[in-house]
């Protein structure tokens, strides 16, 4: 949706090119997408509406504040007096990390708690370490992502850490130490889960591809490697995390 919304600028790069070539196609797949997932929502709250009226506040925080700040990544608003999050470049992964992160680790423990009617005095509570897990993983991917763009954010005058600390120095003091402390996480959630060597492994190889690609990474490439090498790694991590629980 981004995209779509900037094919208009004055903008010759690849991506966007593409964008354009495509855009009414692109524009149609949004609109089914958006389509299927209010239907999806809509009968999810029809037939479960009884167990969302017992919801307490803490949940429907949960379940709003995800969808706010995404909103507030792509769109401003009158009432709020500050920038898209989207703008303020040093904040803009870690925004991206708490979206996804929520997505994938709250929303599905509170769609369980709706569809096998659980008693709202006894809620399902995420797991604080496997979000904080998925959200600096994320993070450090949007971060890695925005390399891409260094040369246009510099133009830009948008302070992506590429863009304000130099490439070099957005892995020194940004991107290793952000690594080290997910895989410290990791290991505590490891041990807080008591999982299997097997199931450990099996979650640990998502960190060991990071590990490689931010070893061999070493200078801006083609948008085709981030979107294979990068966001791959997402559906890396959750195919590794489903099998990990689902065939041990």
């Not at 964008?19 to 009968?43: E, G, S």
């Not at 009617?117 to 604080?128: A, D, E, M, Q, T």
């Not at 410290?184 to 490689?212: D, S």
Request: glycine share 4%; charged share 15%; with cysteine.
């Amino acid at each position: 949706m981004i995209y779509v919304r900037s094919v208009g600028a004055k903008n010759y790069d690849e991506r966007t090119l593409w964008y354009r070539r495509h855009l009414r196609l692109i524009k149609l797949l949004l609109k089914l997408t958006l389509a299927l997932v209010a239907t999806f929502i809509l009968y999810l709250l029809i037939k479960n509406l009884n167990s969302f009226y017992g919801f307490k506040l803490f949940q429907w925080l949960m379940i709003l504040v995800f969808p706010l700040v995404a909103a507030l990544y792509t769109f401003k608003f009158p009432f709020f007096y500050f920038r898209k999050i989207r703008q303020i470049g040093w904040l803009k992964p870690f925004v991206v990390g708490f979206t996804w992160s929520g997505w994938v680790t709250v929303y599905p423990l509170l769609v369980l708690q709706v569809q096998a009617g659980i008693s709202p005095k006894n809620p399902v509570i995420p797991l604080g370490l496997f979000w904080l897990q998925n959200f600096l993983f994320i993070s450090i991917l949007a971060i890695i992502f925005d390399i891409k763009d260094y040369r246009t954010d510099v133009r830009l005058r948008l302070n992506t850490y590429p863009a304000k600390l130099g490439v070099r120095n957005t892995y020194r003091y940004v991107i290793y130490p952000v690594t080290i402390l997910n895989i410290v996480v990791f290991f505590l959630f490891q041990r807080q889960m008591n999982f299997l060597p097997a199931q450990a492994f099996l979650q640990l190889l998502p960190y060991l591809f990071l590990i490689w690609v931010i070893l061999t990474h070493r200078k801006p490439r083609e948008v085709l490697y981030y979107l294979v090498a990068i966001d791959g790694l997402m559906f890396l991590k959750a195919i590794c995390g489903i099998i990990s629980i689902s065939f041990f």
